[in-house]
């Protein structure tokens, strides 16, 4: 390896290593005050007596007080492939869907939502919002449970899961959230009763719904909970958020640049390819990736916006292998299996907005191919299954599936010199200097 290579190949390693470790949010957690005049909630009841009332914002309340809401309730079912199935070694749950029940309780009020866009839609363009859609009101009682799970994709718009806990005196039922627990172990009990103050507040927890979580047993008390589906939307609003000197942008910025000035790394030009590392819902029978250049989630939105600020065009791909080839496209629909004797593969491409891919090291005289270097795998690595489950028959869904990747397209050399030193003259100074002090 001479010595040129050798620098470029660091350079890949070290935007590589920022990538996957300059992390950005992927939860957000906490407490809140529980208005006391809203804490109060009405369910039916099933023998069409008058309804029933509980107020969260009393919080002196006994089991009780609560056992008559547990009694409307009915067991919990989950997604299990296209069924909601009730299997009490997987969830054990107490639930009560909203047309049960009517909730004072505002979370627009609450001021959670506030939080929430500051750190799930911490790098994304500011008319991006999340609507919280209320989904159940769950009870876990001592004993219940509910085992590793992502939350299943009921909508292309589904973005987080937001829970509320109200303080109701329990313990156990931590929510665990990643793998074991790997991201955040979010204790609502000790949360909820632990602060000085007298006044009843709730607990909340926030994440990406394709992350795996899961909540411990409930040892004693009652854990009540509203959950909601963040759906993702379009706003005229906007909220302000100050990222210009924030320090993960700026690192991978700077590791952008020194990639954009390697003289060895597609000295003609390509693009960079970055496996993104969290799920988005598709539905593969109508895969529109217009959907995927609104709103990504944490490291994905951080990389594109760095990307973007160095002035580099960059796109939602899915990703494929077709007879051993590599392609990226904008969908995947079409009836290739028929028409791949009677069309050419480059009409195909075409059709589905498609460019067959390279890797930079290998030689091709094809111009319409694309060299594409990867920063990051062209593979999922979050750690999620079974939520694509829902749709169609194995042997489509093997067919249809790809990952999706965000590609950058990436100039030749001379101009990508010249983005550099117009936009970034510090950043390439610091870089001169870096190598100067490296060849001592
Ligand atoms: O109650 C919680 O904290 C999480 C429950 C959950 O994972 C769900 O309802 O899907
Ligand atoms: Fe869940």
Redesign the pocket.
């Known amino acids: 390896m001479d010595a040129e290579e050798s620098t470029s190949n660091a350079v890949l390693e070290d935007l590589k290593t920022n990538v996957l470790n300059v992390v950005a949010p992927s939860f957000c957690s906490g407490t809140l005050p529980l208005d006391r005049s809203l804490g109060s909630l009405f369910f039916k009841r099933g023998d069409g007596s008058d309804p029933g009332m509980i107020d969260f914002a009393n919080v002196g309340l006994q089991d009780g007080d609560i056992q008559k809401l547990v009694d409307v309730c009915q067991q919990?079912t989950?997604g299990r492939g296209d069924q909601d199935v009730l299997d009490e070694s997987y969830r054990k749950?107490w639930k009560l869907d909203t047309s049960e029940f009517s909730t004072q309780f505002d979370i627009i009020r609450s001021g959670v939502m506030n939080i929430i866009h500051d750190q799930l839609l911490h790098y994304e363009k500011n008319n991006m919002k999340l609507e919280p859609h209320l989904?159940?009101l769950?009870i876990?009682g001592p004993g219940s449970f509910?085992k590793p799970?992502v939350?299943t994709p009921r909508s292309q718009d589904l973005f987080a899961?937001l829970?509320v806990?109200f303080p109701t005196v329990h313990t156990g039922?931590n929510?665990l959230i990643g793998k074991e627990g790997s991201l955040l172990n979010?204790d609502?009990s000790k949360l909820l009763f632990d602060s000085e103050s007298q006044s009843p507040q709730f607990a909340f927890?926030a994440f990406y719904s394709d992350i795996e979580?899961?909540?411990l047993p409930v040892e004693s008390g009652y854990?009540i909970?509203l959950?909601y589906n963040l759906h993702l939307a379009e706003t005229q609003v906007g909220f302000t958020k100050s990222i210009s000197l924030d320090p993960p942008l700026n690192t991978l910025v700077v590791t952008l640049c020194a990639l954009m000035v390697a003289k060895d790394v597609l000295p003609t030009g390509g693009a960079l390819g970055f496996g993104l590392l969290y799920k988005y819902p598709v539905d593969p029978k109508d895969l529109d990736l217009a959907q995927f250049t609104r709103a990504l989630k944490g490291n994905d939105a951080l990389v594109r916006m760095a990307c973007e600020r160095i002035g580099l065009k960059v796109a939602v791909k899915v990703f494929y292998n077709w007879n051993y080839d590599e392609y990226i496209a904008d969908n995947t629909q079409d009836e290739r299996r028929q028409s791949y004797e009677e069309r050419s593969l480059s009409q195909i491409l075409k059709s589905i907005g498609g460019r067959r891919i390279y890797s930079p090291y290998y030689y091709t005289t094809d111009e319409d191919t694309l060299s594409i270097l990867w920063v990051t795998p062209k593979k999922r690595m979050v750690p999620a299954d079974a939520s694509f489950m829902t749709y169609g028959n194995e042997y489509t869904m093997k067919y249809l599936y790809g990952d999706l990747v965000l590609v950058a397209e990436f100039p030749e050399l001379k101009e990508r010199l010249e983005i550099v030193s117009t936009k970034f003259p510090q950043i390439v100074e610091e870089l001169k200097l870096k190598e100067a002090s490296a060849d001592e």
């Open positions: 919990a989950f749950a989904y159940k769950n876990y509910f799970h939350d899961t829970v806990v039922g929510l979010f609502s927890a979580h899961e909540l854990r909970t959950t």
